[in-house]
């Protein structure tokens, strides 16, 4: 919420600067978000008078103004033609800084002079897009300076409000909570009107979702624009003036922290009855949009026709408009429970359902209405009718709550003195009596996140500052460490890094409709959009997302990895799902973007490097088993195993997909692994041993012309079935397809290096074993290349 420094000085004597401000509030109240110094940079606006007006001789969209600004006139041109004689405005004269640091000096357009610009509330600084001049709509002399009348020069701090802390909603609210951190003192409450209770505009309470409602009725009242000071004012929380009741409404909702609400009386009947909806029934909101209800909502109606979504927002028909005289004021207190269920179900969030699902004061109603028509009485000229009728069925009491004095300094790891406690506790207007070993303290009913007795605690706690407790280690001896498994996710992102992969931290949540290898099957209830409805059933979906989305930005050589849990349906578990832990990773672009002498591109070959790198020093054996993969070329992927038991897959992406899906006109490699499994499987880092060199070793090459069908590990079986023991190293020399190759075949060059550990080889034993795996291989159906 921003805080205007200007503004909540009305209410209290500030004793700080703002840096000392916000150093308190982060030490005892909240989050600060930050601070904005406004209109530092303004100068040069001054109020003028609007007194000629005349057409541009050669431009149609201009006109040229003659403005009084005191103690001259100046020639401005302006291209809003709604600008009328007479009217007040702020003007830019020559050498002025606007909002952006944008500069003024005088100018000529299309031949005419111009000494100066007409501002409107973007220009300084008060809303983001406007579209007209502002009109100033009190009596303000020529001349005077605009940006020290309207003061504009301010501090804005953003404090973040926890959903425990709906009493922070407020600038009465923050007010207090400034002298509470003891960097404000005397609290001034606003004027307001004295108002008679009593038999006023009728009001029934038919569903308990509406725990109090107050109305009273105000005539001849003037609708017309907000004097400049309400509309700066609002313009710091981010609302836009509409009209002077419905800025008033805004107003009293700010400084009080209670939502209230105003009717045009003659648009609606004799009483206000407050009901259950009606399932099915559809009702017309103020923003223009039809919603049906489901049953449980809380509804202003007036007996017959439809007012407003109690809580969250009015209906379309009985507004404030420019025609209205007689209003009806609204203040009421609705259950947050089902304020807070019905604004979700529909998808609506309004300032007023932001506070009444936190919980506002129920019993602030006089006070909130007394400042309403204070306020409509001074800026629209209204005037009370009858009393106010007040429908509270049931009084809600402040909370008693007994809190021990040991109990607190037990909590707090010091020794709390009683001085402080009872200074703590006045510092938040809380009223409280001495007990025996205690105290029992009345909480107001502005601060109903208070409970029970270790609330109080906290709320002890921030005032007297935790930043005075001093920081121990626990006197126990406490052992912890870190567990095997976390050790082997650690140890597979560190050998993922050193693939030369970036770690990725992507969403679970991912929408259904982009899933093409594997659907969810996992769907949230409320999710936070409708395209993050599904839990996501494979990893690597999360880091294609992030891989499209940089190359669509340009970076054009990708390596990510992400080690995260997919999700699946599991009847048998206690939560119907089943959690997995993976490791995925994507591979698009040069192999080593940062080595001008490399001019690879990462390849299938490149991609699965990476996997033997992982699988050789976890010591796993693994067997790569090419087999159909929907979205993945056959040609190029392959599922994962160890023994018989699938541990995961990887491969090259159908170009088809890798287009129209991610945006990427280039082969991306993708692969995921069942880290759960692999852990299983993990029983230490492999320990190499040095190659016995004494005896010296034979080599054979084998030229191959194989048939796509046969995978390499077939090829890797038959010899190593020849050779056993004697087979040291394969190696692939060379791979081509094309020119005099049949279609459907492959011409391979496979390198085999024998060795003996005891004795050296003879050419008649490696000739033996040469034949024989030519044999295997013509079993095969593997033709030998000569």
Known sequence: MNISRNWISDYIDLKVDTGTLIDKIKKHSTNVEGVEYSGRNLKGVIVGRVEEITDHPDADRIIICKINVGDKYLQILTADKSVKVNDLVPVAVDGAVLHGNFKIKARKMRGILSEGMLCSLEELGLEEKSEFVYRIPEEVAPGTDFIEYLKLKDDIIDIEIFPNRPDLLSYLGVARE??????????????????????????????????????????????????????????????????????????????????????????????????????????????GNEYELNGTETLITDGNKFLALGGIMGGEESGI???????????????????????????????????????????????????????????????????MTDAYPEYIEPKKIFVRSSYVSNRLGIEISENDIENSLSKLDFTFEKKENGYEVTVPTRRPDIFEEIDLVEEIGRIYGYHNIPSVLPSHNLVGGISKYIKFREKLSELMRLNGYNEAFTFAFMDNSRMWLKKGEVFLENPISSELGTMRPLLVYGILESASYNFRNQSRNIKLFEIGKTFLNDEKSETSVKEIEKLAFVAVGEENPYDYTDKRNVSFYTFKGALDNLFDYLNIDVEYKRENIEGLSFAQSAKIYSGKEEIGFFGKIENEIAENVYSINQPVFIAEIDIEKLFELYSGTRKYSVVNAEYPSMRRDYSLLVDDKITFYEIKDAILKAGKKLVEEIKVFDVYKGKNIEEGKTSITITVTYRAKDRTLTDDEINRIAEKTINLFEKMGISIRH
């Open 178 to 287: 400034f002298i509470a951190i003891d960097a404000a003192e005397n609290l001034k409450l606003p004027l307001i009107e004295k108002i008679e209770k009593g038999n006023g505009f009728p009001v029934k309470i038919e569903y308990e979702g509406c725990k109090r409602y107050a109305a009273l009725v105000i005539e001849d009242v003037e609708v017309k624009p907000s004097p400049s000071w309400l509309v700066k004012r609002l313009a710091t929380a981010g609302i836009r003036s509409i009209n002077n009741i419905v800025d008033i409404t805004n107003y009293v909702l700010l400084e009080t922290g209670h939502p209230v609400h105003a009717f045009d009386l003659d648009l609606i009947g004799n009483e206000i009855v407050v009901k259950k909806a009606v399932a099915g029934e559809k009702v017309l909101l103020l923003d």
């Open 321 to 387: 408009n420019e025609n209205t005289k007689r209003v009806l004021l609204e203040v009421a207190y609705f259950d947050p429970v089902n304020i807070r269920k019905s604004a979700r179900y529909h998808k609506i969030s309004t300032d007023s359902s932001y506070r009444f699902e936190r919980g506002v004061d129920p019993n602030d109603t006089e006070f909130v209405m007394g400042r309403l028509a204070y306020l409509i009485k001074e800026l629209a000229n209204g005037k009370i009718s009858g009393p």
